[in-house]
Structures are given as C-alpha cells and as structure tokens.
C-alpha cells in the first residue's frame, strides 16, 4: 500500500496566536498556492557537464489538468532556459551521449500517437519527431555512440484492434487466467501484454526486438560503456507470474539475442536501475529483502561481474535502504542514495568493500542523482524548499533550478523539528512536528496526526504542500515514523510483519501523548488522517482510542479479508498472512476496526478513486456504510475516473479543502472540555 500525498467553504479561522495572512512577515499558504507549485523532477548533466537539463510540470487550470515541460539550467548557476513549451507535456530528458541532442518522450501530434521519443538540436529549431512505434512506450537509453536506442516498449490491444470504416473496435470481454491480474493504472491484466526491450535505430528509423521473446517482461535497459551490451531486469522464473523475483540479465546489443541470467538470488535483484562500472566489468544493481517481506523490504547495494559470477552485497553492514547506484569515474565506488531517519543522502561506497562514506549532511531529502562530464547533481528538497536542482560541489550544495522561488518570496513556513519518544513497550520513535508559521511557545495548538503510507515509506525533512496548509491554518502537524516505516533499519521495518494496527497504533498514540505532555497538542482539539496505509492505520487507530475529534481515512480499507482478491496484493497476502481460508482467526484479527466498528465514535470522512486497484474504493465504503448504520457523523467522497494517486488538479485541490472544512468542523471546537475516555481494543 503505497504512501501518497493527499486536497470549501469559508473557513471559520481562529484569532489571536496565529495569523492567517499578510502580517510582519508576509504571507501564509493558501489553497490558491497549489495551482502556483512547479514540481521538479529528473535531472540529467549534458555530456559536457556544461548544462542540466530537467522537467517541470505545473498545473494547467483551464483544461484541469497537469503539464510537463522540459528546462536547463547552466552549470554556473546563471542561466535557466524552458525548452519545451504547448498543451502536450514534455518528459525524461536525456541527452545523446554525442552532445548533439535532447531527447524526450511526447505524446504530442505527429507521424504516430501516444508517447514517442522527439529530438531538440542542441544548435537551435523545432523538436522532430524520431520514433513512431505503435507499441505503449515508456522509457528509452541512448547507446555510447548516439546512433540507437533502447526502447521499453508494450504492444497493446488497442494496437491489433484496427478501425473500420473509421469507428473504434467494439469493446471484447476481459478473459483473465493469471494469477496476479489486477494493478492499479494499470487495469485488469490478461497474461497477453509485456514490456519488451526493443532496439531503435536512429537513422533507418527500424525497431527490433533485443531478446525476440514474448513471455517475460524487461525493463531497466542499461548499455554498457562500449555498447556491445545491454543489462536489464526481468522475472524469468518459470511460474513468474506467482514469484517477485526478479534477476539481472545481459544480453549482446543485437536483435534476437539471447539472455544471459547474472544473478540468482531468491528475491528482488536489479531495483529501477542499473549501473555499469567504466571499464564494463561490473554492474551495480540493488537486491531487496526475502520474497515473504515484499512489504518491508530493504535494498542493499551489489555489484555482480558482466562477464558472469558470484555477486557481492557492499553493504550487507549497513542497516539501510540504499537506491540509484552510479559507479564513479574512476570505478573505484558506487554513487547511491540513501534512506536513513527522516533523510535520504548521498553515500559513496567503495567497491572494494572499504565501508560507505556519507557525502552530504543536510537535513534533506535527495531523490535523483545524475552524473556527466566530470559533475553531479541532485534533485532535492527540505522543509521549506520544494524540489529543486542543486549542484553537488564536494560536499556542498549550489542551487542551479529556481521553478518556486519567485513564488515562496515572502512566504512564511511553519517550522519543522525533529521529535523523538517512547512507545508502550519502551521502543524510541521518531517523527516530524510541523508548528503554524506564528506559534508562540507555551501556547496549546489544536494538531492534527497525519501519517504517512507504505507502510515501508517515511515522513522526512522534504516540503510538503499539505503539511504547511495545516500549519498555515492554525494546526500544529503531527507525522509519526511507527513501526513498519524505513529509514530506522531491518528489525523495525519488519516487526508488523502479520501483526498489523497493533504496534503502529501504539506509537501513533504516543507520539500524541508526547505533544500532549510537551505543553504543544491541545488535549481537547485532536484530529487524525492519512492516505492509503496511512488511511488504514487511521481505522485502526479510531478503533482504539476515541480521543480525536475527526478522522479522515483515505484509500483505506478496514475489513481485510473483503481485499483479498479484490486489489494487487495477494502475493503479500498468501506469503505473509496465508490465504484467508488457512489462517481465519489472523484475518479477523487484523480486521477488527470493522468486526468493532460500534467502539468508533470520531465523525470520520472517507475518500477514494472509482478506478483505484491498489486499495479500492469499497474498503472505505464499507467504513463508511458502517458508521452511517451506527449513526456517526461520516461522509464518503469518491472521485471518478481517479486510480490511488488523485492526479486531476480539481480534485486535488477539492480533497485538500475537504481536510480543511472536516477538521474545522469537528476539531477547532472551543477548547476546554474534558477528553473522551479510551476505548478498549
């Protein structure tokens, strides 16, 4: 269940504290500001380090929807340039390693529809049109030598079903045979469609097949630095459809080749990217946790010889998740990120097992890194930035991209801190406590616990539109890291492990304790809330403890047992709880904020997309229809045509003024009345 972020009336604001906006220090958020957000995203060196190139999407309030447009900024820092500008989105830059080119994906009109790779002369001119395959593609890699590239690419139905006489196919039943068969986004999948690895060449315009087989996905095509190779991952088991395993393959740059496994490790091997070392010996790649824990895993970083042989673990001591592997220059370290307490950061860590080194300090979060012509840069953000560009100079940082400056001129943030406490049975746990933009110490705030999915994910030191809204409207923010989140290490990623709304709840619970004790948290204005686990562990939790005024559950689910089968998880499901039919009593263990839904009595609003398969609507309806047969204040909102993530720019905006009218409803109630009594689990 994977973490999202989550969007009237006039709002009832309170006075005195906290000021809602202008004042001495200018202004605070609104909700108008969404639609002012530019998100940054993919950066990519040119081959000469002399520019970084990048995309930017924003909103687009007439057509309601968001737009994609390509930038670059000089190495120097003086001069950012939008390359890309109309209705269609531009995405994934990357440069020809020649120099000559930019490349991106469009689906803007040309030879074909759907998403093509277009080219921009670096000399100047209107961006051509390069491939025009029928096939969904999705990502492409230049070769070292300019002249084709590496197209994952999926042949759909869509693409054999032809027009006649003008008319589109009439639709054909949905006949399913797999085993895993549904995925949000994605739609029902019938065993007929995969992602293939095909070779483009540039001039004569042809496509082959890298592999020429049909049976088993690839993806993450990686060419080696003399170009006679690709790598790339793949599930090859012979009952693939019923394992995660995935391995790192190679296979000769020719169509119809054959592959050749690399590695055999029972679990996750290759992570989204791979990395060749300079010399084309090695390939880093990231090995994730034993198939069971596919919900907590954690990646270490390997390298494993091209040529074939055992693959080595550098950081088997290192307890954290490691991501985006690139091999130095002189392919004596790999360059990774790393996902540790609250912050990713940049680690290099020697091949020759000589131990990972941390190479930026910051309180921060890095989520991209890309590295040519001698420079590195990230892509980054902390509190009160949003995502931007930095050059990576040593160890320091050096903004090149400035999307939200002129925007955040004069806008006052609340602040973020780091907050530590002990749970029930003694276990430290850490979080975030974000204050509104004017708290003044000593001073009771009404707060609001928000909590975060996964829920193998973390709330960290990166800008979060909808934590600076609470804050600009009065509320002190609450974002709890429980048991079960990364960043803290193996033994506490794991240890929900078929336990689930137990030791989460409890650290929730004492995270609002301790802002309660600290003097923070008015005891009497509590309210409670998440997106997908996050919304999970808020049925949970309100089936525990009736102290919060108002909850907000989005993509939830209560009554487990009615998910199996119905959204994409049943690999977790059957590895770690069993199937339903095997393992009863754990099931209804673990539904028991619907099998005790009498016990909640915290108006609770619910929410969800019709078209979501990751966590569907209907685990909120059935909270919903509960409460309404109990009597307790509830809404359901659903929001048609959306998958998990809500993308249409209204209803992101729609559910963001939601949160805020509910918990003003229910939460900014005049302070002083004595705190419900708990329920008991």
Not at 12 to 34: E, I
Not at 65 to 78: C, E, I, P, Q, Y
Not at 289 to 315: D, F
């Amino acid at each position: 269940m994977v973490a999202l972020r989550a969007v009237g009336c006039a709002l009832a604001l309170m006075a005195g504290v906290w000021a809602y906006g202008g004042g001495a220090g200018g202004r605070v958020l609104g909700l108008d500001d969404l639609a002012k957000l530019q998100d940054v995203s993919d950066p990519r060196v040119s081959p000469d380090g002399a520019w970084v190139a990048y995309a930017v999407a924003s909103v687009d309030e007439g057509d309601d929807k968001r737009v994609t447009h390509l930038w670059m900024a000089s190495w120097d820092g003086k001069q950012r340039v939008q390359l890309t500008y109309g209705k269609e989105s531009a995405s994934s830059p990357r440069w020809s390693p020649d120099g000559k080119y930019l490349a991106f994906l469009s689906s803007r009109a040309g030879a074909a529809k759907g998403e093509q790779v277009w080219l921009m002369d670096r000399r100047g001119g209107e961006a051509e049109q390069l491939t025009a395959v029928k096939g969904k593609l999705s990502a492409f890699e230049w070769s070292p030598d300019s002249q084709r590239l590496a197209l994952v690419m999926k042949e759909t139905k869509e693409d054999k079903d032809e027009k006649k006489d003008g008319k589109e196919p009439a639709p054909k039943p949905i006949v399913i045979d797999r085993y895993h068969f549904k995925e949000d986004a994605e739609g029902y999948l019938t065993g007929e469609e995969r992602n293939l690895i095909w070779l483009f060449d540039v001039k004569t315009k042809k496509a082959e097949a890298l592999t020429g087989q049909k049976q088993f996905d690839e993806r993450s095509p990686a060419w080696s630095p003399d170009g006679t190779r690709i790598a790339f991952v793949s599930n090859q088991d012979k009952d693939w459809d019923r394992t995660e395993n995935t391995d790192v393959f190679v296979a000769e740059a020719k169509a119809g080749s054959a592959a050749r496994r690399l590695t055999t490790y029972p679990g996750p091997d290759g992570g989204r990217a791979l990395a060749w070392s300079p010399d084309g010996k090695w390939i880093a790649f990231t090995r994730g946790s034993e198939p069971k824990l596919t919900a907590y895993s954690m990646n270490r970083l390997a390298v494993v010889p091209a040529a074939g042989g055992e693959a080595r673990v550098l950081t088997d001591k290192l307890d954290r998740s490691v991501a985006a592997p690139m091999f130095t220059d002189d392919g004596a370290a790999v360059m990774c990120l790393v996902a540790d307490d609250r912050s990713e950061y940049v680690a290099r860590v020697s091949v020759d097992g000589g131990g990972v080194e941390r190479v930026t300090e910051q309180k921060m979060v890095v989520m991209v890194q890309s590295a040519n012509g001698g420079h590195r840069a990230l892509l980054a953000a902390m509190d009160g930035t949003p995502a931007e560009v930095y050059a990576l100079d040593g160890g320091g940082l050096r903004k090149l991209s400035a999307q939200n400056e002129a925007w955040m001129e004069g806008l006052r943030l609340g602040e973020t801190r780091d907050v530590s406490f002990h749970s029930k049975d003694g276990t430290e746990v850490h979080g975030l406590l974000t204050l509104p933009p004017d708290y003044q110490a000593g001073t009771k705030a009404p707060m609001l616990l928000r909590i975060h999915g996964g829920p193998n994910g973390q709330d960290g030191h990166a800008f979060q539109f909808e934590r600076q809204l609470f804050a600009a409207h009065g509320y002190a923010v609450l974002n709890v890291n429980y048991r079960g989140s990364s960043g803290r290490g193996a033994k506490y990623q794991r240890s929900i492990f078929a336990d689930w709304g137990d030791l989460e709840v409890q650290d929730l619970l004492a995270g609002v304790d301790a802002m309660v004790k600290e003097g923070i948290a008015d005891p009497d204005r509590l309210g409670i809330g998440g997106w997908s686990y996050g919304g999970i562990l808020t049925d949970y939790t309100i089936a525990s403890d009736s102290r919060f005024k108002a909850a907000i559950s989005g993509a939830g689910s209560a009554n487990q047992i009615t998910m199996y089968g119905v959204d994409q998880y049943v690999f977790q499901y059957d590895h770690e709880l069993g199937p339903p039919w095997k393992s009863e009593q754990l099931w209804v263990k673990i539904s028991y904020p619907f099998f005790h839904a009498d016990r909640i009595h915290t108006p609770t609003m619910f929410l969800g997309g019709d078209q979501d398969f990751n966590v569907p609507v209907v685990g909120g309806e059935q909270m919903y229809q509960a409460l309404q047969t109990l009597g307790v204040p509830t809404e359901m909102i659903i929001y048609p045509g959306q998958h998990h993530g809500i993308a249409r720019p209204s209803f992101v905006k729609d559910r963001l003024q939601r949160y805020l009218d509910w918990y003003d409803k229910y939460v900014k109630a005049p302070a002083g009345g004595k705190a419900p009594e708990r329920a008991a689990r």
